[in-house]
């Protein structure tokens, strides 16, 4: 059984700093170094009051670090924005290695359709009420990015049930 805190952290704290991440890099094309440092301390809080043993820490741990090392040379190649290589590699600290390859293939499953349908977009001029939203005109920039948070943060959604202990989950 969790610990209330572990509960906390898993069912509210965790799924909240996901939808802020993905709201902040669709309105602002940025992810706080706040919001990744917070879902880091939030796994490494929940990873101590869960009662997690040290060798699923360690594979928690590992996939954090692997997914660092891929999306910093993502990044270094300017293929990623450093916000998604950020708050990918703090999400799979909660994802740990097992689940690791099913939240990348659905990351990118979700993110496929989120850049094309934006890349299609930009193609046409943007209808006169969307003028008045400063994020959909940033968005509909050529020389803006994609907001790739939002799959980033769906994928860890869809996948976190599978990845911390949820079959131990009961109400504290």
């Known amino acids: 059984m969790l610990s209330m805190a572990a509960y906390l952290l898993l069912c509210f704290v965790f799924p909240f700093l996901m939808a802020y991440a993905a709201a902040s890099d669709l309105l602002t094309m940025r992810i706080s170094n706040r919001v990744t440092g917070l879902v880091f301390v939030g796994f490494l809080l929940y990873a101590m009051v869960s009662g997690m043993d040290w060798s699923d820490l360690s594979r928690h741990l590992a996939a954090g670090s692997l997914t660092l090392v891929i999306t910093f040379a993502l990044f270094a190649r300017g293929w990623i924005g450093g916000g998604d290589a950020k708050l990918a590699a703090s999400t799979a600290l909660w994802i740990g290695l097992a689940n690791l390859p099913e939240y990348l293939i659905l990351a990118s499953i979700l993110g496929a359709p989120l850049t ?51 079959d131990r989950l009961t109400l504290p």
């Open 116 to 166: 094309l349908s934006i890349v299609s977009a930009r193609k046409y001029p943007l209808p006169k009420l969307a003028l008045k939203f400063p994020f959909a005109v940033h968005l509909h920039d050529t020389k803006t990015g994609v907001p790739y948070g939002i799959a980033l943060a769906a994928a860890a959604l869809l996948v976190l049930p599978n990845s911390v202990g949820l």
